[in-house]
């Protein structure tokens, strides 16, 4: 039955998914809240299918704030970086670079506003995410980021990557952890039923300490480790 599953999983997902970036990059000339719409509508085509197909739920404990806010989340599998735009309202993502040049879904990123991270080019790099990241909160869009950065399997517990300090720094925004535990249920190969929880941490204040900082957030993302 798991096996069955996945093999409808996977098709009508892959499927689902090519359409719905052509709808997005064929509306996001003609308007923008449609184009974010049909963004937000990839989330909501994962979810169904894991609740329908697969068996498992999405639960959420807490809630976002009505303020700009830099949203770190807990990275277990490729589920939260797909649900981002279903989670919060229209986020602007800190994501690898390499990941943009995935043909039509690099494009309509891009459009959306997501934040190539390219880690190996310098200070002009990171100048120039601080800018767009400044620019997306001032029109009240949350970030996110990853900041592990890279997947990391459940329970496991890894430092954050140094550039998340900085990021905090310089965006004088207020942080909000997020644990996921995403991994048993969404898994790189077959999906099994069960429930994804998200749980919203208590919002950090900017101007922290670095190691107060990384300290706090780490273990507000792990807080669903158990």
């Not at 048993?184 to 208590?202: A, D, M, N």
Request: hydrophobic residues 45%.
């Amino acid at each position: 039955m798991l096996l069955l599953r996945n093999l409808i999983f996977y098709p009508l997902f892959y499927l689902g998914s090519i359409c719905i970036t052509a709808a997005s990059l064929a509306s996001a000339p003609f308007s923008l809240d449609a184009f974010r719409r049909r963004v937000r509508n990839w989330g909501q085509w994962q979810r169904w299918l894991l609740k329908h197909i697969i068996g498992a739920d999405v639960v959420i404990e807490g809630a976002p704030l009505d303020e700009p806010a830099l949203y770190a989340i807990k990275h277990e599998s490729f589920f939260e970086a797909i649900d981002a735009p279903n989670l919060l309202d229209s986020p602007s993502v800190f994501a690898k670079q390499e990941l943009f040049s995935i043909p039509g879904w690099g494009r309509a990123a891009l459009a959306y506003g997501l934040i190539p991270v390219a880690r190996d080019q310098g200070a002009k790099m990171l100048m120039g995410m601080i800018r767009s990241a400044k620019r997306m909160a001032a029109d009240g869009r949350p970030l996110v980021i990853f900041p592990e950065g890279t997947r990391v399997p459940h329970g496991e517990r890894r430092p954050l990557q140094a550039g998340f300090a900085g990021l905090y720094k310089m965006l004088g925004l207020p942080v909000v952890p997020v644990a996921v535990d995403s991994g048993p249920v969404y898994q790189h190969g077959l999906k099994r039923p069960g429930r994804i929880t998200y749980r919203f941490g208590e919002p950090i204040p900017p101007g922290l300490p670095r190691a107060e900082i990384e300290a706090r957030v780490l273990d507000a993302i792990n807080a669903l480790n158990d």
